[in-house]
């Protein structure tokens, strides 16, 4: 992970929400539900959306957080489990791979047109495989458990 998403994930002004979309049942993708399922630090607002961002839309709205961080599997042309901070302006370049109904640039426009000074920082983990299987790649574990440890040490 490298210093600017670090920095990122460090900067704690006012109240942060970490919000991880994935499946379980498409091999890498499952990267976001396995860190929030692995985050032991009871200082950080964690939401395991999994494949329905959608349904937690209104509880991040009513949480009025100052920053809400999304981790989601993306292919932007990486190395599997890199990590890359993804360009809110640009999520239409990337393939983004869970399989939740609405797309994450409008459920964001929904959380921005209450919450007008929010900052959203998205982070993307570049796949390896999102076939239907349980389990993920060694590349994208390890890439996840680098998140797990570092939201555990805030």
């Known amino acids: 992970m490298d210093e600017k998403i670090r920095t990122e994930l460090m900067t704690q002004t006012g109240k942060t929400v970490f919000v ?15 860190i929030a399922k692995n985050i032991r630090n009871d200082s950080v607002k964690i939401i395991n959306a999994e494949t329905v961002f959608e349904n937690y839309v209104e509880e991040i709205i009513e949480l009025k957080p100052d920053k809400i961080v999304i981790f989601d599997c993306a292919f932007f042309d990486g190395k599997p489990g890199e990590i890359k901070l993804l360009d809110e302006n640009k999520l239409l370049n990337y393939k983004m791979i869970s399989t939740h109904s609405f797309p994450l640039n409008a459920l ?4 921005k047109s209450d919450l007008k000074n929010i900052k959203v920082i998205i982070i993307g983990i570049q796949p ?13 574990k390890k890439s996840s458990d680098e998140i797990i440890n570092f939201i555990n040490s805030l």
């Open 128 to 140: 390896e495989s999102v076939d239907y299987k349980e389990g993920l790649s060694e590349n994208v």
């Open 108 to 111: 964001i426009n929904v959380i």
């Open 20 to 34: 991880f979309i994935g499946n379980d049942l498409r091999a890498d993708d499952g990267a976001g539900p396995y």
